[in-house]
């Protein structure tokens, strides 16, 4: 759903990290960036003014400036307010201390009400509880059916009224049912109401007279995502109309561009409980706003990257390596040091499997293992302090003792030395090219 959101914001901070310092103008192009995507994306316009001040505002700051590594903080910074428009902390569905728990579903017609209810009580129902479904959509035809048909799917029984009792009254109905779920220990109640294919003043009464007959625990508006900016017009007359206490959004499955999830929860006010996201029953899910938001974001999980770097790291140790890896004066010490703090964070096969596109990479992260690392740090610290700091005098003669010393091979210590002087080259040439650190050209 959100493909094309989430290479435009990926694209755009990705132009950040190439950078080392940020200037203001480095964001405000950035923010402008995100601007445009997130428009292009459906999303509110106010919604989008108030993201993009809070982004500026807080990548301007001194949270950014001082950072070790800016562009990163600028991302944590985006993935923070995007967590935050949507809605922040995962909201679960508020259950009745005294049961029946009543749930009342409210929406246009076709949002996908009635294939939710069949959704909620399957999950209801897999976490032990003994759901009812309530048919009170008596106005489209075959409304009813449909509802006992996602009922049985589910497994779960559906009040409904008696055939050939006329229309009926939904209020009537939805009343019977909630003292039928009590004598029947039901303990939580699911009513499906009827929609309309726009909103009317009709079907705002009969919602809000269902609602005043059933007293709900929770009232959910039922919003289709792929319909764009009218998610918005549509949450707000269902708010004022009916009220209610939270948000489903379904057919995230689709290829629409997911404006309304990003809208609805801070147009509203209310928080998004639970997505859809296919036509199965069990194409549903409690919703996350920081599992969406690093999913937009294509992430994977860096954040939690990033944070373990902040406490492992310390800022001036790292800044000076830094410098000295920029001037090629790197020594296998400071190499140790860096790797001990690398270390700190947790086994390197769980980090590395934290960065986006881990995925893919299963092969050669399965080479990258802590043995390995072991291995290059026993045979440093087999070295004398002379031979850490200046490599280049590692002889043949040394090379042994170090091999020997350490219980490895004189091939592996070949290695790690070859290696070493190849990468410091590399590194130093890098930060001349990209310009980050102190120094510049390559000294060794
Ligand atoms: P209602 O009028 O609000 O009760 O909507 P329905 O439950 O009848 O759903 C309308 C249509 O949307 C049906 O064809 C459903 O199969 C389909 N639908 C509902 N939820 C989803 C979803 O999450 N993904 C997809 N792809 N289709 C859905």
Known sequence: MFDTLSDRLTAALQTLTRKGRLSDADIDATAREIRIALLEADVALGVVKTFIARIKERAKGAEV?????????????????????????????????????????????GAGKTTLAGKLALWLKKQGHAPMLVACDLQRPNAVTQLQVVGERAG??????????????????????????????????????????GVDEELMKQAADIRDAVDPDEVLFVV????????????????????????VLTKLDGDARGGAALSVREITGQPILF??????????????????????????DVLTLIEQAEQAFDQKQAEKAAEKLSSGQLTLEDFLEQMLA????????????????????????????????????????????????????INGSRRLRIANGSGVTVREVNDLVNRFFEARKMMAQMAGRFGFGGGGGSKS
């Open 65 to 109: 400036s001082q950072a070790l590594n800016p562009a990163q903080q600028v991302i944590k910074i985006v993935n923070e307010e995007l967590v935050a428009i949507l809605g922040g902390e995962t909201r679960r569905l508020n259950l009745a201390k005294t049961p029946p728990t009543v749930i009342m579903l409210a929406g246009l017609q």
């Open 275 to 300: 997505a859809s996201n296919g036509e199965k029953l069990e194409d549903f899910d409690t919703f996350h706003p920081d599992r969406m938001a690093s999913r937009i974001l294509g992430m994977g």
């Open 342 to 393: 690398v270390r700190k964070m947790g086994p390197i096969g769980n980090l590395l499997g934290m960065l986006p596109g881990a995925g893919q990479m299963k092969d050669q992260l399965a080479q990258v293992d802590d043995k390995h690392l072991d291995k290059l740090q026993a045979i440093i610290r087999g070295m004398t302090p002379a031979e850490r700091d200046d490599p280049k005098i």
């Open 224 to 247: 289709d995502a792929m319909i764009g900016q009218d998610a918005v017009t549509t949450a707000e007359a269902f708010r004022d109309g009916v009220g209610f206490t939270g948000v």
């Open 156 to 197: 779960v029984v559906t009040f409904a009224p008696e055939p050939g009792n006329g229309v009926g009254d939904p209020v009537d109905v939805a009343r019977r049912a909630i003292a039928e779920a009590k004598h029947a220990q039901h303990d939580v109640v699911v009513v499906d109401t009827a929609g309309r294919l």
